[in-house]
């Protein structure tokens, strides 16, 4: 197979309104990346973007509206979507660009305009259900989330505070993060007793609505000799989708996220990922789905995760440090961009160019993975040096 | 980078301007068994990887890949969506085989266009909010100000553009799954309302609902699992910029179908096409876009389709047959799946599986489609009975 | 160093800014509806509810009594002609009690809560549900394995719509 | 056959209308970075800009942040008055309204070219006579007061006689 590496990636600040368009953002973040690694646009040979559901940009077609602003002239262009797993998807689908032999560098950019919805970018989300069977009864995201966190509570005995610690540790994480959009540390009692919005979903528990892009630069092998010494390889890449009959699956459980897993660990010949990787970017929308993912992508114990996480083995100083970035509770959600924010990450985080938030002792291996659509889709990206 | 791939089944349902018997996941469904069987009975488990192309607003659901996998036999496996024409999904397929995870992948696409109240509120919003949507016209305005340029660019004619419209239509009455079959005459297309000066009502192609699933597989598996295989010989795609204000070079010319037929012609080791081809289906999305796809894929000179189209050239006897099966224009639009459709013409003229319209001694063919305005994006390819 | 710039771009705008009216902005929103088709499957589940029953449809395969009704078992892939009626009773996978409306805003003092549930009816495979919601029930008395029952509108009321259930209660 | 029962009869021919819009919600749009300068200037001073990229040789109308094609950014030195006229590049008459009803008066939407860039407007003020590409036009603006940012401050180009 052939090999394909990561050698530049940047993004703009996460803020919860832009005054930029979606197509400037997403120049913002592509423009970064090409600058980081000394490249012009016209060393790209195509673009793979991405964004989530239209509805939130407010354009029929969004992914040709804002090719321009990915660099996208003249070039050829695909955007991809799986719903939240966009952001990490169209890594992987960068990756079959460049992995197919078809081209020797690929711009990777993902944009999220969500402030553009009114009333609130939640009620976009009522038009994700089943137009037929499942949208006249008026349910908007907070539901699945809360159905599936109550049952995965309930399945191992978690208690909210275990939940809210995740929001902590992250929003902590997440302070030293450059694009950022808080400002401000958090406790348990802080997220514990914030608005009940859907039990046992409080307000701190959940990423904020945001504005942003990310973007990646993805090359061949032999692009990636010529350009830098410290090429960052993908490892193995995975996908997966659940039937969209969600409420027939038991939700304690994201099996999408462990055959995708198993999917990327098999290309990247991992067989013990507990133990070989050194990084972890669980997709943490809520603090809860972080721990989920973490049992998904067998990184942790079905039912001993919360455990490990109140002994400090997911901290940044701890053996797998998990969401040292931030995530999407830490630095902002803007849903794809939040994806290729954590592959971002990863990149800095391996050439060890994390500055205030650099996990110790030369991590070789990382993970991010990207959840989205009914609690039905996983992306993963293995990458390492 | 030669790993070979082959287009091993093809299967569609639907083909209607509404479809009211199917919703669309059983529509798919049906597609999708087909193909299976036209792959000599695969079953999906077998399959290691889905691709569906799709737009959410053409669906009335947000995210609307969440409901791809359970019609195509896919829960649980490797989907995901290109909201794009559906042969960049078919190119999106292609490349995860030529990457050597995966050696048979599914591309699906879809229309219930019937299912929406009002396609051209689409349209507009698809158009910039600040620079175009405010002026409240019809978004076909665009096609008019396309067309004027390419006939004033070109010199050529409105005629010649309805030309397109009589021989596709007649085109269609040889295809069953035509909907938009018609003898007419070419005064029925100039004398007919006009939508968007000099673009009539009968240059734009009608609504179809319909869905289509092909399977590719690499050269190993795909001699396993037919006979008939179909080989990709080259594929490209691309965009022109999407913003209305700096088609300086392409408001009259369809920039993105030079540059998608120049990548497709190179993987091919194609240097000229219209010896080398033998017959095309192209986006006739409006009459002038054949011409304008014609001249830009190099099929002929800038401005001389329409004279070449006159001369008979591109008629199902002529020297180089353009869209025998009618086209949209002859047989209706399938946005999304619009590429597909054009591409499974393809492959039933070289299976040889054509019928009353199938050509003669035909092994190369070029399929090649355009995501409708105000895009411009184009996906051109190849295909070939020999590997 | 040079490669520590990684960031850039992100203007953010305060609530300030756009009351203000300095910042320029259009509001628009989508003119199209949607008429989806029923199809086959999902056409005879609503003329069912409409009825006062929960109809399932079952793969010969696999068995499975699949709910919402299907023509085709997505796992087997193959045609599912049988269609068989389950029950309007089930237990309660899992719930949450919702203080917002679809549109994010809150719910007003008076208002109650929403009551979401996925119920696995009974009859169906086991682990079928459906998303519904709970009523005649405190928010603190639901629990999940709960035993829960469909209280139907009024015959005359009901349109073959999933809303001809207008939730399920504890049995 | 791969469905073993379809809808027959058009008595059973059903299809769900919510009753409200699919899509229940609406979007507002920023002008963005470039266009909130860009309108600012039309609005306040009746001036149209352009921004320029040396590289490429192309000014781009409406001004933008960057070059489309290089990737340059087109700082606040890039940007230039490019003036209020230019050039019919294409036009058409439009006999349909937005929703698809026939109109006796159509509407005349030219691209106004203007340096590198298409301006996409209305046409007023004219004969048929004025209908050919390359004619120059100029732009007609709204009362200063009427002005609100947007591409309506500009009520429609006009042929220069």
Redesign the interface.
């Given at each position: 197979m052939r090999k394909v590496a990561i050698v530049g990636a940047g993004m703009t600040k996460f803020v919860r309104r832009a005054l930029e368009t979606p197509k400037e953002l997403s120049y913002e973040a592509a423009k970064i990346t090409l600058d980081s690694c000394g490249l012009t646009l016209e060393d790209v040979e195509c673009i793979a973007h991405g964004t989530a559901p239209d509805a939130f940009d407010g354009l029929h077609q969004n992914g040709e509206y804002m090719v321009d602003g990915c660099g996208g002239w003249n070039k050829p262009t695909m955007r991809v979507y799986v719903g939240g797993g966009t952001g990490i998807h169209a890594v992987v689908h960068g990756w079959h660009h460049v992995a197919s032999g078809l081209f020797d560098t690929c711009l990777v950019v993902c944009e999220e305009k969500m402030s553009s919805a009114l009333p609130h970018a939640q009620a976009f989300f009522l038009t994700i259900f089943d137009s037929i069977t499942e949208r006249p009864l008026e349910p908007n995201l907070l539901w699945i989330f809360a159905l599936e966190m109550n049952r995965y509570m309930e399945r191992y005995g978690y208690t909210k505070e275990d939940m809210a610690l995740v929001a902590v540790k992250n929003k902590l994480n997440g302070l030293k993060h450059p694009a950022s959009q808080f400002t401000e540390e958090v406790t348990v009692e802080d997220v514990v007793n914030s608005e009940m919005m859907a039990y046992p979903v409080s307000r701190l528990d959940v990423s904020p609505v945001s504005d942003g892009a990310a973007a990646l630069l993805l090359v061949s092998e032999r692009v990636a000799r010529r350009l830098t010494d410290k090429p960052v390889w993908i490892e193995g890449v995975g996908w997966s989708l659940d039937t969209a009959y969600w409420a027939t699956r038991d939700l304690y459980y994201p099996r999408y996220t462990d055959t995708a897993a198993r999917m990327a660990y098999e290309m990247a010949g991992i067989r013990e990922p507990d133990k070989e990787i050194h990084i972890a970017e669980p997709y943490d929308p809520f603090g809860y789905k972080a721990l989920h993912h973490m049992e998904g992508l067998q990184l942790s114990p079905r039912g001993k995760t919360v455990q490990l996480l109140h002994d400090g083995h997911f901290d940044i100083d701890g053996n797998l440090p998990m969401c040292p970035s931030g995530g999407l509770l830490g630095v902002g959600n803007p849903i794809a961009a939040a994806g290729t924010m954590k592959v971002c990450e990863l990149f800095w985080q391996l050439r060890g160019e994390a500055d205030g938030r650099q996990v110790p002792g030369n991590p070789r291996l990382g993970v991010a993975q990207s959840w989205g659509d009914l609690m039905q889709v996983s992306s993963v990206v293995v990458t390492g040096i | 980078?030669d790993?070979k791939v082959a287009i091993v089944g093809i299967g569609y349902?639907g083909f209607g301007s509404t479809?009211?018997?199917?919703?669309?996941?059983?529509?798919i469904?049906?597609a999708?068994?087909?193909c299976?069987q036209d792959a000599g009975g695969i079953?999906?488990?077998s399959i290691d990887s889905f691709v569906a192309s799709s737009?959410?607003?053409m669906e009335?659901?947000?995210?609307a890949?969440?409901?791809?996998?359970?019609?195509l036999?896919?829960?649980?496996?490797?989907?995901?969506?290109?909201?794009?024409d559906s042969l960049?999904g078919l190119?999106?397929a292609?490349?995860?085989i030529?990457?050597?995870?995966q050696s048979i992948v599914a591309a699906s696409a879809f229309s219930?266009v019937?299912?929406?109240?009002?396609?051209?509120?689409?349209?507009?919003?698809?158009t910039?909010?600040?620079?175009?949507?405010?002026?409240?016209?019809?978004?076909?305005?665009i096609a008019?100000?396309?067309?004027?340029?390419y006939l004033?660019e070109t010199g050529t004619t409105r005629e010649q553009c309805a030309k397109v419209v009589t021989k596709n239509r007649s085109n269609a009455l040889n295809n069953p799954s035509a909907l938009y079959g018609a003898r007419i005459e070419l005064e029925d297309v100039t004398e007919a309302?006009?939508?968007?000066?000099?673009?009539g009502i009968y240059d734009m192609s009608g609504h179809l609902d319909g869905s289509i699933v092909v399977l590719l597989a690499s050269e190993e598996r795909a001699r396993e699992l037919t006979d008939k295989p179909i080989w990709i010989k080259g594929i490209?795609?691309?965009?022109?910029?999407?913003?209305?204000?700096?088609?300086?070079d392409g408001?009259?010319s369809a920039?993105y179908a030079r540059?998608?037929a120049q990548?497709a012609y190179r993987?091919a080791g194609i240097n000229n096409p219209f010896n080398e081809i033998d017959f095309a289906e192209i986006d006739d999305t409006f009459s002038y876009k054949e011409l304008q796809h014609l001249e830009a894929l190099n099929l002929c000179g800038p401005g001389e389709a329409g004279k070449l189209l006159e001369l008979g050239c591109f008629a199902p006897d002529g020297d180089f047959p353009v869209n025998v099966s009618g086209g949209s224009l002859g047989g209706g639009y399938l946005h999304e799946a619009n590429g597909l459709q054009r591409l499974m013409e393809t492959v039933l003229q070289l299976r040889g599986e054509a019928g009353k319209r199938q050509l003669h001694d035909v092994e190369t063919g070029l399929a090649f489609a355009w995501?409708g305005i105000?895009?411009?994006?184009g996906a051109a390819v190849i295909l070939s009975t020999r590997p | 160093m040079e490669d520590k710039i990684k960031v850039a771009g992100g203007t953010g705008l305060s609530a300030q800014d756009i009351s203000s009216g300095k910042i320029f902005l259009t509001e628009d929103s989508l003119d199209c509806t949607y008429a989806w088709d029923t199809g086959v499957a999902v056409n005879r589940y609503l003329e069912e509810l409409k009825k006062g029953k929960i109809i399932a449809t079952r793969c010969r395969k696999c068995k499975r009594i699949m709910l919402p009704p299907r023509l085709f078992c997505e796992l087997c892939f193959i045609p599912c002609p049988d269609w068989q009626y389950v029950q309007d009773s089930g237990i309660v996978n899992t719930y949450s009690i919702c203080y917002v409306h679809w549109d994010a805003s809150r719910i007003g003092k008076d208002e109650k809560p929403h009551l979401p549930a996925v119920i696995e009816i009974d009859g169906a495979a086991p682990g079928m549900g459906i998303m519904h919601i709970l009523g005649e029930v405190e928010p603190q008395e639901i629990k999940i394995g709960m035993r829960v029952k469909a209280v139907w509108k009024p015959e005359a009321e009901r349109s073959g719509s999933i809303t001809d259930i207008k939730y399920f209660k504890p049995c | 056959m791969a469905i073993m029962e379809r809808n027959s009869r058009n008595i059973d021919n059903r299809y769900w209308n919510p009753g409200f819009k699919a899509f229940p919600v609406k979007n507002v749009y920023t002008a963005g970075a470039a266009g909130q300068r860009f309108f600012e200037e039309i609005k306040n001073n009746s001036k149209i800009l352009g921004s320029r990229c040396e590289k490429c040789e192309l000014t781009y109308v409406p001004a933008r942040i960057y070059c489309e094609r290089c990737f340059n950014r087109l700082e606040e030195k890039n940007w230039i008055d490019v003036g209020t006229e230019g050039t019919i590049y294409s036009y058409t008459l439009l006999f349909q309204t937005q929703n698809g009803e026939p109109r006796e008066n159509p509407a005349v939407m030219v691209a106004v070219r203007i340096a590198d860039g298409l301006l996409i407007h209305r046409l007023g003020e004219f004969s048929a006579a004025d209908l050919e590409i390359d004619k120059p036009v100029k732009a007609k603006f709204k009362p200063k007061e009427k002005r609100k940012g947007c591409i309506e401050d500009i009520d429609y180009f006009k042929p220069i006689k």
């Amino acid at each position: 197979m052939r090999k394909v590496a990561i050698v530049g990636a940047g993004m703009t600040k996460f803020v919860r309104r832009a005054l930029e368009t979606p197509k400037e953002l997403s120049y913002e973040a592509a423009k970064i990346t090409l600058d980081s690694c000394g490249l012009t646009l016209e060393d790209v040979e195509c673009i793979a973007h991405g964004t989530a559901p239209d509805a939130f940009d407010g354009l029929h077609q969004n992914g040709e509206y804002m090719v321009d602003g990915c660099g996208g002239w003249n070039k050829p262009t695909m955007r991809v979507y799986v719903g939240g797993g966009t952001g990490i998807h169209a890594v992987v689908h960068g990756w079959h660009h460049v992995a197919s032999g078809l081209f020797d560098t690929c711009l990777v950019v993902c944009e999220e305009k969500m402030s553009s919805a009114l009333p609130h970018a939640q009620a976009f989300f009522l038009t994700i259900f089943d137009s037929i069977t499942e949208r006249p009864l008026e349910p908007n995201l907070l539901w699945i989330f809360a159905l599936e966190m109550n049952r995965y509570m309930e399945r191992y005995g978690y208690t909210k505070e275990d939940m809210a610690l995740v929001a902590v540790k992250n929003k902590l994480n997440g302070l030293k993060h450059p694009a950022s959009q808080f400002t401000e540390e958090v406790t348990v009692e802080d997220v514990v007793n914030s608005e009940m919005m859907a039990y046992p979903v409080s307000r701190l528990d959940v990423s904020p609505v945001s504005d942003g892009a990310a973007a990646l630069l993805l090359v061949s092998e032999r692009v990636a000799r010529r350009l830098t010494d410290k090429p960052v390889w993908i490892e193995g890449v995975g996908w997966s989708l659940d039937t969209a009959y969600w409420a027939t699956r038991d939700l304690y459980y994201p099996r999408y996220t462990d055959t995708a897993a198993r999917m990327a660990y098999e290309m990247a010949g991992i067989r013990e990922p507990d133990k070989e990787i050194h990084i972890a970017e669980p997709y943490d929308p809520f603090g809860y789905k972080a721990l989920h993912h973490m049992e998904g992508l067998q990184l942790s114990p079905r039912g001993k995760t919360v455990q490990l996480l109140h002994d400090g083995h997911f901290d940044i100083d701890g053996n797998l440090p998990m969401c040292p970035s931030g995530g999407l509770l830490g630095v902002g959600n803007p849903i794809a961009a939040a994806g290729t924010m954590k592959v971002c990450e990863l990149f800095w985080q391996l050439r060890g160019e994390a500055d205030g938030r650099q996990v110790p002792g030369n991590p070789r291996l990382g993970v991010a993975q990207s959840w989205g659509d009914l609690m039905q889709v996983s992306s993963v990206v293995v990458t390492g040096i | 980078m030669d790993k070979k791939v082959a287009i091993v089944g093809i299967g569609y349902s639907g083909f209607g301007s509404t479809t009211p018997d199917l919703s669309y996941r059983e529509m798919i469904f049906e597609a999708a068994t087909k193909c299976y069987q036209d792959a000599g009975g695969i079953h999906p488990q077998s399959i290691d990887s889905f691709v569906a192309s799709s737009e959410d607003f053409m669906e009335g659901i947000s995210i609307a890949d969440e409901y791809v996998p359970d019609q195509l036999g896919a829960v649980l496996k490797p989907v995901h969506s290109i909201t794009g024409d559906s042969l960049q999904g078919l190119a999106s397929a292609m490349m995860q085989i030529k990457t050597g995870q995966q050696s048979i992948v599914a591309a699906s696409a879809f229309s219930k266009v019937s299912n929406l109240s009002n396609h051209d509120g689409l349209v507009t919003y698809a158009t910039d909010p600040f620079y175009i949507r405010p002026f409240n016209e019809n978004p076909y305005f665009i096609a008019g100000l396309e067309m004027n340029r390419y006939l004033h660019e070109t010199g050529t004619t409105r005629e010649q553009c309805a030309k397109v419209v009589t021989k596709n239509r007649s085109n269609a009455l040889n295809n069953p799954s035509a909907l938009y079959g018609a003898r007419i005459e070419l005064e029925d297309v100039t004398e007919a309302p006009v939508l968007s000066y000099p673009l009539g009502i009968y240059d734009m192609s009608g609504h179809l609902d319909g869905s289509i699933v092909v399977l590719l597989a690499s050269e190993e598996r795909a001699r396993e699992l037919t006979d008939k295989p179909i080989w990709i010989k080259g594929i490209g795609w691309a965009t022109d910029t999407p913003n209305l204000d700096s088609r300086i070079d392409g408001m009259g010319s369809a920039v993105y179908a030079r540059l998608a037929a120049q990548k497709a012609y190179r993987m091919a080791g194609i240097n000229n096409p219209f010896n080398e081809i033998d017959f095309a289906e192209i986006d006739d999305t409006f009459s002038y876009k054949e011409l304008q796809h014609l001249e830009a894929l190099n099929l002929c000179g800038p401005g001389e389709a329409g004279k070449l189209l006159e001369l008979g050239c591109f008629a199902p006897d002529g020297d180089f047959p353009v869209n025998v099966s009618g086209g949209s224009l002859g047989g209706g639009y399938l946005h999304e799946a619009n590429g597909l459709q054009r591409l499974m013409e393809t492959v039933l003229q070289l299976r040889g599986e054509a019928g009353k319209r199938q050509l003669h001694d035909v092994e190369t063919g070029l399929a090649f489609a355009w995501r409708g305005i105000p895009t411009a994006t184009g996906a051109a390819v190849i295909l070939s009975t020999r590997p | 160093m040079e490669d520590k710039i990684k960031v850039a771009g992100g203007t953010g705008l305060s609530a300030q800014d756009i009351s203000s009216g300095k910042i320029f902005l259009t509001e628009d929103s989508l003119d199209c509806t949607y008429a989806w088709d029923t199809g086959v499957a999902v056409n005879r589940y609503l003329e069912e509810l409409k009825k006062g029953k929960i109809i399932a449809t079952r793969c010969r395969k696999c068995k499975r009594i699949m709910l919402p009704p299907r023509l085709f078992c997505e796992l087997c892939f193959i045609p599912c002609p049988d269609w068989q009626y389950v029950q309007d009773s089930g237990i309660v996978n899992t719930y949450s009690i919702c203080y917002v409306h679809w549109d994010a805003s809150r719910i007003g003092k008076d208002e109650k809560p929403h009551l979401p549930a996925v119920i696995e009816i009974d009859g169906a495979a086991p682990g079928m549900g459906i998303m519904h919601i709970l009523g005649e029930v405190e928010p603190q008395e639901i629990k999940i394995g709960m035993r829960v029952k469909a209280v139907w509108k009024p015959e005359a009321e009901r349109s073959g719509s999933i809303t001809d259930i207008k939730y399920f209660k504890p049995c | 056959m791969a469905i073993m029962e379809r809808n027959s009869r058009n008595i059973d021919n059903r299809y769900w209308n919510p009753g409200f819009k699919a899509f229940p919600v609406k979007n507002v749009y920023t002008a963005g970075a470039a266009g909130q300068r860009f309108f600012e200037e039309i609005k306040n001073n009746s001036k149209i800009l352009g921004s320029r990229c040396e590289k490429c040789e192309l000014t781009y109308v409406p001004a933008r942040i960057y070059c489309e094609r290089c990737f340059n950014r087109l700082e606040e030195k890039n940007w230039i008055d490019v003036g209020t006229e230019g050039t019919i590049y294409s036009y058409t008459l439009l006999f349909q309204t937005q929703n698809g009803e026939p109109r006796e008066n159509p509407a005349v939407m030219v691209a106004v070219r203007i340096a590198d860039g298409l301006l996409i407007h209305r046409l007023g003020e004219f004969s048929a006579a004025d209908l050919e590409i390359d004619k120059p036009v100029k732009a007609k603006f709204k009362p200063k007061e009427k002005r609100k940012g947007c591409i309506e401050d500009i009520d429609y180009f006009k042929p220069i006689k």
